[in-house]
């Protein structure tokens, strides 16, 4: 089953909004697509993805961040969306935790 959820996070609230889809996911919502305030979910297995949310210097769609989002991608990460300089991954929790390569020009934090 798929549902959209609207709410509304300030750029300075993007900790309060990976834990909030964290805490959608540890119910069974997994993050499926994102837009403007828009969330879509859908239902799976309770706590099986872990997701980050993570701030690029350049859009998703400009030559470096492809190639980060690839790189992200070969370490287990999944690329769910995108949201202006913002990208929301996902990884399966196996428990560990993913750190990704300090790269310069991208904002960084380890999930």
């Known amino acids: 089953m798929r549902f959209t959820a609207h709410r509304v996070f300030f750029v300075w ?3 309060e909004e990976e834990k909030w889809i964290n ?3 540890a119910k069974g ?8 305030c828009k ?14 949310l993570e701030w690029l210097r350049n859009r ?4 470096e961040s492809v190639s980060y989002i690839r790189f992200l991608e070969e370490t287990g990460a999944e ?16 428990g560990w935790r ?3 390569v300090l790269r ?8």
Not at 29 to 36: D, K, V
Not at 60 to 63: L, T, V
């Open 98 to 100: 993913f750190r990704p």
């Open 79 to 94: 690329h769910v969306g995108s949201f202006k300089n913002w990208i929301y991954l996902r990884k399966k929790k196996r």
């Open 104 to 111: 310069p020009g991208f904002a960084h934090r380890s999930f």
């Open 29 to 36: 919502m997994n993050l499926q697509g994102i837009g403007f």
């Open 23 to 25: 805490e959608m996911a």
């Open 39 to 52: 969330y879509v979910f859908e239902e799976g297995t309770p706590g099986e993805y872990r997701y980050h």
């Open 13 to 15: 609230d993007f900790e």
């Open 60 to 63: 998703p769609n400009h030559p």
